[in-house]
Each structure stands twice: as structure tokens, then as C-alpha cells.
């Protein structure tokens, strides 16, 4: 087990702990969580709702040197959520057994209902969990979890029913240019 102050670098720990299939815990020692409400250009809707801003929950985990981060779009309550009761049931567990913190959460918030703001709190720190991980191990996150595909398509958030033509067009026109090298792109 690696405890704050080791001489044991972890990545080195982490590195060895895959080649000789040891077992290496790695405490989570904190979580910070932030909300962030930014406003939007001008109103945006997608033709079943209007909004003229839009919240950012952001979870950064630290243990074993490293950090790991993580976010949701989602009300600011998702982070009074994780503040109260998801960070508690995080800190102290082994970073490396990201599937024993999200049980423990999915337990934690029983009584709440698993769907709507608790799912995406959890979302949240699951991410930043993997990312942790994934930052221990020195390895990148596509790696961590398995990489099936060499590429995939590109998928843009926006398209909102407010734009105007002219600008839906320079919107959509511009991630295609963006992307012309891509090499997962198909058609012209």
C-alpha cells in the first residue's frame, strides 16, 4: 500500500504492479468539485426547450500524486450532491478499483433514486476515477479501457433550432474542415 510521503514513486509501482501482477493500492485523498454557470451567446433551443446559459459540474480527484478529473452538464445541485455525500464515500478508497468506488456510490445514494442529478454526479467522479487511473498507470484512458475501433465518427453538440441557416451552415461547415484529414472520415 503507498501512504502519503513514500519514497515509492507510484507510477514506477503502478508500472511494476502490471508486470509482476502484484497488488497495488493507490488512496483517494481528496475530491474538490466545482460549478460553473456560463452564459450562452444569445438563447438556444433545440425546438423543445430554451436556455440562455448552461452549468459545468467539475470533479478533480487527487491520490498518489497525481489527479484526475472528471464533469457533467448538470444542475449546480449534482455538485452539493457529490460535495455531501458522493466525497465521502470516495476518499480513502483504492483508485484503482473504480468499479468498488462506483458501487459504493450507486449504494450511497439509494434512497435518492439512481436516475436524473445521481446519475450524473456519479457520472461525474466515475470519470475522474478512470482518468486517476489511467494517470497512475501512465497510460492513456482509450488504452485503460480497450480500444475496439482505430477511429470514429465525429460527433458535434449544437445545431440549435435558433440559428439561422447562415449560421447552422458555418457551425456544421466549420467542424467538417475542421476534419478533413480525419482519417475515420467517410463521404466528401
Avoid at 9 to 26: G, Y
Avoid at 66 to 76: F, P, R
Avoid at 86 to 96: E, P, W, Y
Wanted: aromatic share 6%.
Amino acid at each position: 500500500m503507498f501512504r502519503r510521503g513514500a519514497e515509492t514513486n507510484t507510477r514506477d509501482a503502478c508500472a511494476t504492479h502490471m508486470m509482476t501482477n502484484r497488488r497495488v493500492e493507490v488512496p483517494i485523498e481528496r475530491v474538490n468539485v466545482s460549478a460553473f454557470t456560463i452564459p450562452t451567446e444569445t438563447p438556444e433551443t433545440d425546438g423543445t426547450y430554451e436556455w440562455e446559459s448552461t452549468t459545468i459540474v467539475i470533479v478533480e480527484l487527487s491520490g498518489g500524486g497525481t489527479e484526475g478529473l472528471g464533469y457533467t452538464y448538470a444542475d449546480t445541485a449534482a455538485a452539493r450532491l457529490i460535495q455531501d455525500k458522493l466525497k465521502q464515500v470516495v476518499v480513502g478508497r483504492d483508485a484503482m478499483s473504480v468499479r468498488s468506488a462506483w458501487l459504493a456510490m450507486l449504494h450511497s445514494i439509494r434512497n435518492l433514486g439512481r436516475a436524473g442529478v445521481c446519475a450524473m454526479a456519479i457520472s461525474a467522479v466515475d470519470t475522474a476515477l478512470w482518468d486517476l487511473k489511467a494517470r497512475l498507470l501512465d497510460l492513456s484512458l482509450v488504452t485503460l479501457l480497450g480500444q475496439v475501433r482505430e477511429a470514429l465518427p465525429i460527433y458535434g453538440s449544437g445545431g440549435f433550432t435558433n440559428y439561422s441557416n447562415e449560421q447552422l451552415q458555418n457551425q456544421l461547415g466549420g467542424w467538417a474542415e475542421e476534419n478533413e484529414d480525419w482519417p475515420g472520415r467517410q463521404g466528401g
